[in-house]
Each structure stands twice: as structure tokens, then as C-alpha cells.
């Protein structure tokens, strides 16, 4: 009788150990399950982070390419503005207040968004631009107030043949690229003063009746 006690007792040993040994391989797989899973997740972000990054990366190429597109557009719309004397006093407005917006009629697609006619890029690439003109605030003569001024800037004249033109332009999402560029005509005045003088480069100058003309090339 005391042995087949015994016997019992040792299979109910046995399995005991067998139980506990499946419960640690189990929590094992659990536990390497849980870390995959981690693992999976945590290169999912990484990927879709990448491409995110790659994403914008593109869309910001877009929008500086809208914008350097706006730049010569606005050049060309700026060669057909400026007058002998005025300058570009007809594209200024007093104290910038607000800069001066070319329409879509005259400097082409700007302000135009994707997809509307007058837009001059392909509709799936979103792109756009708007441009800007503005007069440079030390057009003088300086008033030195209280408060100190220049007169000409705040009067919105061009006395110095000098404005700012400012892009921006938009791409997908958002994205944006502004460019600034400060705009002279090709040559200033340069007063002759004597006759032949090579006139800095620009251009020659002869006597008139006895007098000086002035070299302006424009």
C-alpha cells in the first residue's frame, strides 16, 4: 500500500513539473510574440516617416520651383512698366500699404491657383505663385521729420529706379517658397562730363550744340 502511495505521488510530481515547464514556454512565445509585434510597429513608423520626409522634400522642390518661375515672369512684366522719368512709379503704391499686386491680365498667373485658367503648370503638380511689388523704403529725400521719412516712398513715387519684387510660391500641402530680389534698370544715369567720355562703361557721349549729353541706357 506504502508503495503505490509512493508511485502516486511521484506521477503527481512528474506532472506538476510538466505543467509548469508548458506554462514557461507558453509565457516565452508570449513574450517574443509581444517584442515581434513591437518590432513590426516600430518599422512601420520608421517607413512611413521616411516617406513623409521624402514627401515633403518634394513638395517644398515645387514650391521654390513655382516661385523662381514667378521671378521671370515678373522680369517681364517689369520690362514692359518701366517709363523714362517715372520709373516704376505705376507699379509702386504709398508706403507699401498694401505692395502692389500685378493682375492675372498683366504679369501671367499670378495668383492663379492649379487647376483655373490662367495657371501655367501642369494641374497634378499644385503648383502656383504670387507676386509681390514693392517700393525700397530709403526712396528719398529724407524728411527728417519727428518721425524721420522718406518722402518719395511715402508718396508711392520711384525717384530712384530701385523696387523689390517678392515670389512666393506654392506647392502640395501647403508647402511654400518665398524669394525677394531687388530690381534696377540696367544702367543709371551717368552725366557726362566731358564730350567723349567713355561714360563708365555704358555709353558714349558726344557734344550737342555745343553742350553734354547725359548717357542713359536703360
Known amino acids: ?52 520626409g521624402t514627401s515633403h522634400d518634394r513638395f517644398k522642390a515645387v514650391a521654390l520651383f513655382a516661385a523662381e518661375s514667378g521671378v521671370a515672369v515678373a522680369m517681364d512684366y517689369l520690362r514692359t512698366q518701366h517709363q523714362e522719368g517715372l520709373n516704376w512709379g505705376s507699379v509702386v503704391n504709398p508706403n507699401n500699404n498694401p505692395a502692389f499686386v500685378p493682375p492675372a491680365s498683366d504679369l501671367l498667373g499670378n495668383g492663379v491657383k492649379p487647376g483655373l485658367p490662367g495657371n501655367l503648370f501642369d494641374p497634378a503638380l499644385g503648383a502656383w505663385y504670387e507676386v509681390e511689388i514693392r517700393n525700397n523704403r530709403d526712396d528719398g529725400p529724407l524728411d527728417p521729420g519727428p518721425p524721420p521719412r522718406f518722402l518719395q516712398f511715402q508718396a508711392g513715387k520711384d525717384t530712384d529706379g530701385r523696387v523689390i519684387v517678392v515670389v512666393t510660391g506654392h506647392g502640395p500641402n501647403n508647402a511654400a517658397a518665398r524669394i525677394d530680389i531687388e530690381v534696377t534698370p540696367r544702367a543709371q544715369v551717368v552725366p557726362c562730363e566731358t564730350s567723349n567720355a567713355d561714360n563708365s562703361g555704358f555709353r558714349r557721349c558726344d557734344n550737342l550744340a555745343g553742350g553734354v549729353q547725359n548717357g542713359r541706357n536703360f
Do not use: I
Not at 512528474?14 to 514557461?24: A, F, I, L, T
Open 1 to 52: 500500500m506504502s508503495q503505490q502511495s509512493n508511485q502516486a505521488d511521484l506521477a503527481r510530481t512528474r506532472d506538476g513539473c510538466r505543467r509548469r515547464q508548458r506554462g514557461s514556454v507558453l509565457l516565452v512565445v508570449m513574450v517574443s510574440l509581444v517584442a515581434l509585434v513591437s518590432l513590426g510597429t516600430l518599422t512601420v513608423l520608421t517607413v512611413r516617416s521616411g516617406l513623409s
